[in-house]
Nanobody, 126 residues
């Protein structure tokens, strides 16, 4: 079993940047593909980004493509989400998740992921 802890959220003005971290314990993250999801009040949890086990493949929602970058640091057993050019509509609780699935099937689907962090709040003011 893997435990995930997100950090790095906060309040930022539109156009600003934040870097989210997802630190793992219990298992090495190279055994998992990793995803970032977000949930705004009154909305369903939605896919933001994902990275393959090797880090060689990355995936992004259209709404964040070109602004967000996902990466992983094997030595630190941590996954990052660099968020630039933030917009008010990016305001949400951001969750990282780990999935044991091989390949890329259902990588955009929250129900595919086995382990979740507690979330970190990101608020972007206009």
């Amino acid at each position: 079993q893997v435990q995930l802890v997100e950090s790095g959220g906060g309040l930022v003005q539109a156009g600003g940047s934040l870097r989210l971290s997802c630190a793992a314990s219990g298992r090495t993250l190279t055994n998992y593909r990793m995803g970032w999801f977000r949930q705004a009040p009154g909305k369903e949890r939605e896919f933001v980004s994902a990275i393959s086990r090797s880090g060689g493949s990355t995936f992004y929602a259209d709404s964040v493509k070109g602004r967000f970058t996902i990466s992983r640091d094997t030595a630190k057993n941590t996954v990052f989400l660099q968020m630039n050019s933030l917009k008010p509509e990016d305001t949400a609780v951001y969750y990282c998740a780990a999935d044991r699935t091989l390949g890329f099937a259902n990588i955009y689907t929250p129900n595919s992921y086995d382990y979740w962090g507690q979330g970190t709040q990101v608020t972007v003011s206009s």
